[in-house]
């Protein structure tokens, strides 16, 4: 039931909100209730008064026809109040059904008293319009009901008088005390009431805030990249996140949880840290191998803490983390790797003068040569230091890329004429036109790329075309286009074979190559260029022309005009640039 705080300045049958006093959906369902409940008590007071008539009669005592009738009436509006009314919080005005159920109980009571022929006293039943009031209602609605029914007393005590000339101090002392003793019925359940509806509101909130909590909970874990088991101390899987299942290979959604941790042999050395976590109370971390035989084995760590169970028992359950050691093995390669590259571009520094005096002395040295055996040797000894060169070269061109600071853009890069001119001038240098086929469907639109590193990035990813691709017409094609909410996208896709699911996934890492003669850093670099420049690379397996093929694409950030960057300092468009949607 949802109250609000008594107003002063609200009417008499206002409710104590002027936003609803009864707005949220549970107090719609506790008034409802309530209401209910006094509607029945109405029909099964009328019962008993229609009953009480008939008693009188059937002893032979003299009964009222008026009496009779009035019953009768009372019995039949409560029982159509009961049946087709709905209930409704009082409102800002005096409405027909609080009419029907505050002002008819007044009435009818009232009636009954005066038409009251023997000993039988009917100011009692005043009390369940003044509760229905009081509990239902606002204070001023309960203290008015309470007021009309202190003064019918009254009234009654007077023409009770003024028919039975007497003691009339004893008949309006009683209806004083009746309607002092209601006056205060009405307080304090309406206080009651109120004190209610308060505690049922700040439970409502601890509950919203507890289910809040428990759904963002719920969502952080099944979220987690590590799996987390929540175990009993019968061996019963109460809870498992997605991650977690996917380590224990389950993929059956039926098996998941609860299920008993025991039930696979494979799980067996994770029920066993489980049992020795519950006899020793104690956190427990250790690497397990989960043999199974459809599968290679999975090799986990594993990370054990006690927790008490959410449903007020004293059970402790165990939570256990799951992490694939292959995964953290890979993590840290990528970090050894990335050291590694940070110090071959310091010793890259030092190669790159020993080796141009290597590569001028041979070429001296192949000036006075003429033998054909010699001259071939120095060929080799030039190849090898122009291959050294370009490996330096690109170790060079990461740290550049890593530790140079953001340059400002003079104008925004035409992607389409950028792109035209790049392929132009590598397919003279390599001498494959007919095997590249360019299509620019991204019009004018410009995009917040430098243009020294967008020629880079183009150049290594045609390159890598080239070395995968077939000697066929169009066997590389670069398209250019618009996508979804504006945003440019550049694709360089070739005819050659799928990649391996292990090359696949360490694609845009340092030093990784599927070839013995490659440095494995030219994605890594156009991974490095995309990032700078807010952009972003990937790869996938598409299909040109009905041929399948492997596809590298970059997703631009759109530019802004090209005035508008001229007009910005360095730091006011940089700043521009990293709020971009």
């Not at 250019?480 to 799928?498: C, F, H, K, N, Y």
């Not at 490659?518 to 890594?524: A, K, Q």
């Amino acid at each position: 039931m949802t109250r609000a705080a008594p107003d002063s300045g609200n009417s008499w049958f206002e409710p104590a909100e002027k936003s609803g006093a009864w707005e949220s959906n549970t107090g719609g369902e506790s008034f409802g209730r309530l209401w209910r409940a006094f509607m029945a008590a109405r029909v099964t007071l009328a019962t008993v008064l229609l009953a009480l008539q008939a008693s009188i009669y059937a002893l032979g005592q003299p009964v009222g026809k008026a009496m009779i009738l009035l019953s009768v009436a009372y019995f039949v509006a409560a029982l159509a109040v009961r049946v087709w009314a709905h209930p409704k919080p009082p409102g800002s005005t005096f409405d027909a059904q609080w009419l029907s159920t505050v002002g008819v109980d007044v009435l009818a009571f009232s009636a009954l008293n005066f038409l009251q022929s023997g000993a039988i006293n009917y100011t009692a039943l005043f009390a369940l319009p003044v509760l229905l009031a009081s509990v239902l209602g606002p204070i001023l609605l309960a203290l008015g009901t309470a007021a009309s029914v202190a003064l019918l007393l009254l009234a009654d005590a007077w023409w009770a008088s003024l028919q039975l000339p007497g003691d009339s101090t004893a008949r309006f002392l009683q209806a004083g005390l009746s309607g002092s003793g209601f006056f205060i019925i009405a307080l304090l359940a309406n206080q009651l009431a109120l004190r209610l509806s308060r505690e049922q509101k700040r439970a409502e909130r601890s509950h919203s805030a507890a289910r809040m909590q428990t759904q963002v909970n719920e969502l952080v874990i099944d979220t987690l990249v590590d799996g987390v088991l929540v175990i009993d101390t019968k061996g019963i899987v109460r809870a498992a996140n997605p991650a977690s299942l996917r380590l224990l290979a389950i993929q059956d959604a039926a098996r998941a949880a609860p299920f008993v941790l025991a039930a696979e042999t494979a799980w067996q050395p994770l029920t066993a840290l489980a049992q020795l976590t519950f006899a020793q109370r104690q956190p427990q971390q250790a690497d397990v191998s989960l043999e199974q035989a459809t599968r290679p084995a999975r090799r986990l760590q594993v990370r054990t803490r006690l927790a008490a169970s959410r449903d007020g028992s004293h059970e402790s359950l165990c939570v256990m983390f799951l992490e694939d050691l292959r995964e953290m093995e890979a993590r840290v390669r990528t970090e050894k790797m990335a050291a590694m590259g940070r110090m071959s571009a310091a010793v890259a520094h030092e190669i790159r003068n020993p080796l141009a005096a290597i590569t001028q002395a041979n070429a001296l040295l192949e000036e006075d040569l003429q033998d054909p055996g010699q001259r071939q040797l120095t060929g080799m000894v030039s190849q090898n230091a122009q291959r050294l060169a370009r490996i330096v070269e690109e170790i060079l061109n990461i740290s550049r890329v890593q530790e140079q600071a953001p340059q400002a853009l003079a104008s925004a890069l035409s992607l389409d004429d950028m792109v035209q001119r790049i392929c132009s001038d590598w397919t003279q240098q390599t001498a494959s036109g007919q095997r590249l086929r360019l299509r620019a469907g991204a019009g004018r639109t410009g995009v917040l790329f430098e243009a020294e590193h967008l020629r880079r990035l183009m150049v290594n990813l045609l390159d890598n075309a080239l070395r995968y691709a077939s000697a066929a017409g169009d066997a590389i094609q670069v398209t250019t286009e618009i996508i979804a909410a504006g945003q440019p996208r550049l694709s360089v896709w070739s005819d050659g074979q799928p990649l391996e699911k292990t090359v696949q996934s360490h694609l845009f890492e340092p030093f990784f190559s599927s070839e013995s003669r490659s440095s494995g850093l030219g994605l890594y670099i156009c991974r490095e260029l995309c990032e700078r420049h807010g952009a972003l690379i990937g790869y996938q397996r598409a299909v040109h022309n009905a041929v399948e093929g492997n596809e590298f694409f970059v997703l631009f950030r759109p530019a802004v005009a090209a005035q508008t960057l001229s007009q910005t300092g360095f730091d006011t468009m940089w700043s521009d640039i990293q709020k971009t949607p």
